[in-house]
């Protein structure tokens, strides 16, 4: 099956920046239609962050369009988040996502093993 291998959390002062990485691996052919990003605070529901799909369709949520910045390299399998400026209420769990199919015909929806953000104010 797909994995989804994550990278690049930490601990920032605010203002600062992050950029987080995932790399999807498989033993067998499979395609990827759209890699995300979502987040998940301490007793808060996981939401979309930014997502990407097709000829580089982005997009974002309203709480971080114009500081993140996510973006696909295909040769790699891979999507990254540039988090610029970045604030305490980005504190939170961040989670790769992405689907496709898996041997030609089975469709796959899978999650990385999630990053901790932490933002100090």
């Known amino acids: 099956q797909v994995q989804l291998v994550e990278s690049g959390g930490g601990s920032v002062q605010a203002g600062g920046s992050l950029r987080l990485s995932c790399e999807a691996s498989a033993e067998a052919l499979f395609s990827i239609y759209t890699m995300a990003w979502y987040r998940q605070a301490p007793g808060l529901q996981r939401e979309l962050v930014a997502s990407i799909r097709g000829g580089n369709i982005t997009n974002y949520a309203d709480s971080v369009r114009g500081r993140f910045t996510i973006s696909r390299d295909n040769a790699k399998n891979a999507v990254y988040l540039q988090m610029n400026d970045l604030k305490p209420e980005d504190t939170a769990v961040y989670y790769c996502?992405?689907?496709?199919?898996?041997?030609?015909?089975?469709?796959?929806?899978?999650w990385g093993q999630g990053t901790q953000v932490t933002v100090s104010s």
């Open positions: 996502n992405a689907d496709g199919h898996y041997e030609g015909v089975r469709y796959y929806n899978k």
